[in-house]
């Protein structure tokens, strides 16, 4: 569970992400759903991805994933993970600075942002 779906008219593409809901896992014959935290990559898109609510986790290959797959209908948190652009700080003469400088085509980004319908850029 590494990768993620989503509607590339909301979420960023290629970005990382942290997802945190309940996923399904084979133990012997038994199927059950447990908590799911983990780190994953916003990879893919799909027909029936069509909105901020829903996220697809790639559950693998095989049978194995096929059964897990068809059985993952969870509500969860998304959250996106972003580099912040360094603030201002204020050197010992009293003269405001940035440690790093702004090339001015990059875009301003959120540390954080947990997916709610809203889009991912402070613009």
């Not at 997802?19 to 990879?43: C, E, H, W, Y």
Request: some cysteine; proline content about 5%; overall charge positive.
């Amino acid at each position: 569970y590494r990768s993620i779906a989503t509607d590339k008219a909301v979420f960023p593409r290629g970005c990382l992400a942290f997802v945190k809901t309940k996923m399904p896992f084979l133990r012997g014959q038994a199927i059950s759903d447990q908590n799911f935290d983990s780190f994953a990559l916003d990879q893919d898109t799909g027909g029936a991805i069509r909105s901020a609510g829903r996220t697809d986790v790639f559950a693998g290959t095989g049978p194995e994933a096929e059964l897990l797959a068809g059985r993952t209908n969870a509500e969860g948190r998304l959250y996106y993970i972003f580099v912040k652009e360094p603030a201002a700080v204020s050197s010992s003469d009293g003269q405001a600075g940035t440690s790093v400088a702004r090339s001015a085509a990059s875009p301003k980004y959120p540390t954080l942002y947990q997916g709610s319908g809203r889009k991912y850029r402070d613009d």
